[in-house]
């Protein structure tokens, strides 16, 4: 019987393995394992991909965060503005610099809900942290008309979004600064941890060299107080590698994502993401396929009997949701969205016969 799981782990590394292992034991025979050419390689490289002036590997997106808040001058006594519907790591970020995270609600596409921003605004909202999320930019355009006139400062968590636009922007490019994710399940996805920030201003991009290494620059001087957060060598060898097939796992992804869009969108118990054809101001990379359904427990119970692996994004729960965290908000678009969302397989490994079997299980379900 066919079975498809959620995400193929081990493709990560065996869709190259050949090329992959002779990057790995070139590497290690040579001994370059921190800040090596492999690793400026790389940063150059994302940054034409990405089109964004200034690229830098970091050890994960998380605190890729952490570091373009910090070089935002965010801390005590600020707010930052974000959408429930993300990873923990989005609040977290903004959590661990001391700021106070206040989060508002999904909204079309699975992005920010841009008519909540005006009102969470206060004296004290310093900046908005859209994530691009499942591979979709958020609608940049009102947000960058919010951040203006309010004079907030816009942080993309793109950890899900490397190579999507809008408007033909890249993710990341759109703010201050930006983060990126290449845990393995990602697009692009490293043999463990890692991360980038993006950025366009040269003084921040010196900001955040020197806040990814111990505070020290270029030129070793240190001059503030920081950890460590360096992209591994190793890692940074293999996303450059990587790299250069990355336009081929967009595609294939969208022509899933196109697949989708066909078979399941007529089936009325199922609300589907945006199609990779519906907006030509949107080019979407899709992370992740995002429905919602209708009897959504039994649907995922019955498609684990079909060997089909699904997934509730964060364990099933908006980040306000997450009540020990304490962000007293109630959010009730966000909540009902939580009731009903289902990640089903996007990924390199399903193949167009999976698809079909996908899709038919979903409508015999309904049936
Ligand atoms: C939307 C979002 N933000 C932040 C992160 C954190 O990324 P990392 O695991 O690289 O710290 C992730 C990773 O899953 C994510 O999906």
Not at 40 to 51: G, M, R, V, W
Not at 53 to 64: E, S
Not at 281 to 294: H, M, T
Request: glycine letters at 6%.
């Amino acid at each position: 019987m066919r079975k498809i799981p959620f995400f193929n782990y081990p493709d990560v590394f065996t869709r190259f393995e050949k090329e992959l292992t002779e990057i790995i034991l070139n590497v290690c025979r040579n001994g370059a394992f921190i800040m090596q050419k492999e690793l400026e390689s790389f940063e150059n490289n994302l940054a034409q991909y990405t089109t964004s002036p200034f690229a830098l590997g970091v050890a994960n997106a998380t605190d890729g965060l952490i570091i373009a808040l910090r070089a935002a001058d965010i801390g005590p006594g600020d707010e930052v503005i974000f959408c429930s519907h993300t990873m923990v790591a989005t609040a977290a970020s903004i959590a661990m610099v001391g700021a106070k995270p206040v989060p508002v609600e999904v909204g079309f596409g699975r992005t920010i809900d841009v008519e909540s921003i005006e009102p969470a605004i206060t004296p004290r909202t310093k900046a908005i942290i859209p994530t691009q999320l499942n591979g979709r930019i958020s609608d940049m355009d009102s947000i960058m008309i919010i951040a203006n006139k309010y004079k907030l400062i816009v942080i993309e968590d793109a950890a899900q979004a490397l190579g999507a636009r809008y408007k033909n922007n890249s993710a990341g490019t759109f703010g201050f600064a930006s983060a990126i994710s290449f845990f393995p399940a990602k697009v692009l996805g490293a043999f463990g941890d890692g991360g980038a920030v993006l950025c366009a201003d040269k003084e921040v991009y010196e900001r955040l060299y020197r806040l990814r290494d111990h505070g020290r620059g270029s030129d070793r001087e240190i001059v503030e107080w920081s950890g460590n957060t360096r992209l591994d060598n190793l890692q940074a060898a293999v996303l450059d590698f990587k790299l250069k097939h990355y336009h081929n796992d967009v595609t294939r992804r969208r022509d899933i994502a196109r697949k989708y869009s066909t078979r399941l969108g007529i089936i009325p118990e199922i609300g589907l993401p945006p199609g990779p054809d519906e907006n030509p101001d949107y080019f979407d990379i899709y992370q992740n396929y995002e429905i919602e359904a209708e009897d959504r427990e039994k649907l995922q119970a019955y498609l684990i009997k079909k060997d089909i692996g699904t997934l509730r994004q964060w364990d099933g729960k908006a980040v306000h949701q997450w009540r020990k965290l304490g962000l007293k908000v109630s959010l009730p678009r966000t909540e009902k969205f939580f009731t009903r969302c289902l990640l089903i397989p996007m990924n390199m490994t399903v193949t167009d016969d999976d698809i079909d079997y996908i899709c038919e299980c979903v409508s015999s379900f309904y049936k």
